[in-house]
């Protein structure tokens, strides 16, 4: 399920290109947390002592694109260069 609160991390996500890449991403601090997750205390302990995060962050994936995706994008890319 994804989460959706202001939109920061949505509306961040932004791309570039080269001659043999493209490379999406975001700069929002939070975005790795998201999509890999974390481990309750994998970023250590307040001053008070409490784990941060205080518990485990569940991985949501929002980036990236599955291997029928790729498949999908190779074949258009055949089919262009074909022409």
Known sequence: MALLDTGCLRN???????????LIGT???YGP?????????QFG???RGAPIPYGD??????????RDDKDH????IHAYLSV
Request: hydrophobic letters at 40%; charged letters at 10%; zero cysteines.
């Open 12 to 22: 961040s996500i932004a791309y570039s290109t080269g001659p043999n890449h493209v």
């Open 27 to 29: 700069n929002v601090i």
């Open 33 to 41: 947390t998201q999509h890999f997750g974390a481990r309750k205390g």
């Open 45 to 47: 302990k307040t001053a």
């Open 57 to 66: 962050i569940p991985a949501r994936p929002f980036l990236g694109i599955s």
């Open 73 to 76: 994008i190779l074949e258009l």
